[in-house]
């Protein structure tokens, strides 16, 4: 019973009473490094299986499925946008369960078992039924990793959200990096199967870090903070205007409260709802809570950021979508091939942090608003590669490293936007979003742009080069790129103002002293 009692407490993550014993290593299991890594790793593992098929979908649907030759390209868009669709349809209810449960890291663990169901049929799969199914469990699991994943990093990050937002897309740039060179690599030497192998064990390690994690709110239950200059409190009860007021906490010692025990820290938007007597203001305790999607629905800022992510989306996917295809067409290139082309594209994606950085420091309008305007030459200049030459392979190569620079900046400041705009509503108005938070729901609607186009750009990409060719999707693409861009220079919202001057979720993670109980010092 002892060894049993140390392995549910060391599995529950922390959800005992605070009057019994810690978690072991509950520092390290709680410390912001661990849970971003969990974050990123669960990132890692679903852009990794997703990209470990791309180079080998084309083949494995003649070989493993029996799809005829001239069905391929159909097949693989469909694919694709199946995707798409169960990530769209799945991402709005999995935001809504991670703002309402106790605890992030349950949905998290329960996005793993969609990920191993659509790694088993993808796998053993021999019809176009079974793999349609895989890639709708595969949507699923990527909705509930991102939606609840970057409210997570949120809650944990504080005010370095951008930074964190360009780490995740290091993680996406990794998988996409490594998993089709693998992907192609091993399906070339070892077959089919072997490619599933590879999976199985990133999803192992990913379990495992997952049941490793310890949310801070959680560990808050057994530890005790240094005591800060500034008080810290709930990143998602905590309006950023407010956070500025020093004054609220010498009120709250003023009224009489003795300092003898941990002074109980209430919300910016608790606070706003007392009257000078600190009675609560019941009238006004409930006028704005209950209706967070059409609040977050109604800010331009956010249906800014959510369009970028549509046109990004659809772009990055699209080009998925054809571009095995068109050098396998063009250059004869087998799987391998097309697996080291996709290292020109994402290598360069490294450079996601500085994005991030800049969106923390100046806003995300600006940084988005470069990365648009200098993808449009790039996209449109892949319409020059025509010929089975090394000078237009090299072209190729060199375009799509521009474009890996290009688009990270395109995507990451839309990403920390989405944080932005919540605190900028609650600056304004305070408890709008009630206690919990809109975060899960935010990168929701986040996942659902993203999902959208990933819908509309492979099914659109496909259509083009099946019908007007290459050299006119990648008009295409230009085109939609400075659509995006004159949309961000005309829009109102003023990002650069709240994101660089305002203090922003100041909860940040210090060092913890476990509390012990009993003989477990």
Request: charged share 15%; net charge neutral; proline share 5%.
């Amino acid at each position: 019973m002892t060894r049993f009692g140390y392995a549910h407490r060391f599995l529950s993550g922390g959800t005992k009473a605070a009057s019994g014993k810690p978690p072991h290593f509950l520092s390290f299991r709680s410390s912001t490094t661990l849970i971003a890594s969990a974050v990123n790793l669960a990132v890692f593992a679903d852009i990794f299986f997703y990209s470990l098929v791309v180079p080998v979908l084309p083949f494995a649907l003649s070989a493993q499925a029996g799809v005829p030759e001239d069905e391929v390209q159909y097949w693989v868009a469909i694919l694709l946008a199946v995707y798409s669709a169960a990530l769209f349809i799945s991402s709005p209810a999995s935001g809504l369960y991670a703002d309402h449960t106790s605890s992030r890291r349950w949905p998290l663990l329960l996005g793993l078992l969609a990920l191993a169901g659509s790694t088993l049929l993808l796998a053993f799969g021999n019809s176009i039924g079974l793999f349609i199914l895989g890639r709708v469990l595969q949507g699923v699991s990527a909705a509930v990793v991102w939606s609840v994943g970057c409210a997570l990093l949120v809650d944990t990050m504080g005010s370095k959200v951008g930074v964190a937002m360009g780490y995740v897309n290091i993680s996406m740039s990794v998988a996409l990096l490594l998993a089709p060179v693998i992907g192609g690599v091993v399906y070339n030497h070892a077959g089919y199967y072997a490619v599933f192998y590879v999976a199985f064990g990133v999803v192992g390690l990913d379990i495992a870090l997952r049941l490793l994690m310890i949310e801070k709110k959680v560990a808050r239950k057994w530890i005790t903070e240094p005591e800060p200059e500034t008080p810290q409190v709930d990143i998602e009860k905590t309006s950023p205007a407010n956070t500025a007021d020093e004054g609220a906490p010498k009120a709250a010692s003023s009224s009489g409260i003795a300092n003898t025990e941990p002074p109980v820290i209430e919300s910016a938007a608790e606070a706003s709802e007392r009257d000078e007597n600190g009675n609560a203001l019941e009238a006004g305790k409930g006028k704005h809570r209950g209706r967070p999607i059409i609040a977050l629905l109604k800010s331009a800022r956010l249906l800014a950021a959510l369009y970028g992510i549509l046109v990004e989306s659809g772009i990055l996917i699209g080009f998925d979508a054809v571009l095995a295809l068109f050098v396998k067409g063009l250059f004869g290139w087998n799987s391998t091939a097309v697996a080291v082309l996709f290292l020109a594209l994402f290598i360069p994606g490294f450079i996601a942090p500085l994005a991030g950085w800049l969106s923390d420091r100046y806003g995300a309008k600006w940084p988005s608003f470069a990365g648009f305007v200098a993808t449009i030459p790039v996209v449109i200049s892949l319409r020059f590669v025509t010929e089975n030459t090394v000078q237009h392979k090299v072209l190729l190569a060199v375009l799509l490293a521009l474009a890996g620079v290009t688009l990270p900046f395109s995507m990451t400041p839309l990403m920390a936007e989405i944080s932005y705009v919540i605190e900028a509503k609650e600056a304004e108005n305070p408890g709008i979003f009630g206690e919990k938070g809109v975060y899960g729901l935010a990168y929701g609607l986040f996942n659902m742009a993203f999902a959208l186009g990933g819908i509309i750009g492979p099914i659109w990409a496909g259509y083009v080069v099946d019908s007007a060719g290459w050299g006119t999707l990648t008009w295409n693409f230009g085109l939609v790129s400075n659509l995006d861009s004159g949309f961000f220079s005309q829009s109102g919202y003023s990002a650069p103002i709240l994101a660089s001057t305002m203090p922003r979720n100041p909860y940040k993670p210090q060092s913890l002293k476990v509390l012990t109980h009993d003989n477990n010092s």
